[in-house]
């Protein structure tokens, strides 16, 4: 069975603090992405990565950076956190560049920042 | 640039037919992906369209034309659990970025 995995389910985070989000993918997927969802706004496109030590802005980069040292392994970071950062954060995977193959998400960080 | 447009929120009744349009301008366009979203869950894949055309999966059926940029989500039979968010992404050819239109809220009532 697929599986993404993202550390947390629920996240409390300070303002100013440096928030680390992790997620797996046990699927040798290429290609991994975050996004955050909010109400009225949909899902957005922060970064995504083709793969490991490649990355690629997507429609809301600033505040972010995101790591990928492994295949596996696609990390979030919020480099110093801000109540506008309050969100669900979605990771998700798919495999190669060729066309139609879904993606696959994890369950989804609700991070808050206070 | 890409731009999505489906509408936030729709209602139908169980057993009715329901469909979700959505249209798109994007450049790089590969194909079209339908995704399902129930509260508190992840999106899952419902259906992809790369032709122009109708591709039916059981009781949901998804339409592409190309030249206008549109695409709708067809759901028959309605039922109380098809009550979710419907997710409309069309595939840039931007190594496999996906990007994703707000959603449609559909609620599905006795």
């Known amino acids: 069975d697929v599986k993404v995995t993202q550390s947390s389910r629920y996240l409390v985070k300070r303002t100013g603090e440096k928030v680390f989000l992790e997620c797996v993918q046990d699927?040798?997927?290429?290609?991994m992405f975050w996004y955050r969802q909010d109400p009225g706004l949909g899902l957005r496109l922060i970064y995504f990565?083709?793969?490991?030590?490649?990355?690629e802005k997507g429609d809301i980069p600033e505040g972010y950076s995101v790591s990928r040292e492994k295949k596996e392994r696609f990390s979030l970071i919020l480099e110093s956190a801000s109540t506008n950062q309050t969100s669900m954060y979605l990771c998700?995977?798919?495999?190669?560049?060729?066309?139609?193959?879904?993606?696959?998400f994890g369950q989804g960080t609700r991070l808050t920042v206070v | 640039g890409q731009n999505i447009d489906q509408p936030t929120e729709m209602t139908a009744t169980e057993g009715a037919i329901v469909q979700i349009n959505c249209t798109y301008q994007?450049?790089?366009?590969?194909?079209l992906f339908w995704y399902q979203q129930h509260a508190g869950e992840a999106p899952t894949f419902l259906s992809y369209?790369?032709?122009?055309g109708l591709e039916e999966k059981g009781r949901f059926s998804s339409f592409l034309s190309r030249s206008k940029g549109y695409s709708y989500l067809l759901l028959k039979e309605l039922q109380m659990k098809d009550s979710a968010s419907y997710l409309c992404?069309?595939?840039?050819?931007?190594?496999?970025?996906?990007?994703f239109g707000q959603g449609t809220e559909l609620s599905v009532k006795p």
């Open positions: 998700a995977s798919s495999e190669d560049q060729a066309t139609g193959t879904e993606a696959f």
């Open positions: 699927m040798d997927h290429e290609n």
């Open positions: 990565s083709y793969d490991v030590k490649m990355k």
């Open positions: 994007t450049s790089g366009f590969n194909g």
């Open positions: 369209n790369v032709l122009d």
């Open positions: 992404a069309p595939e840039s050819n931007q190594g496999g970025k996906l990007i």
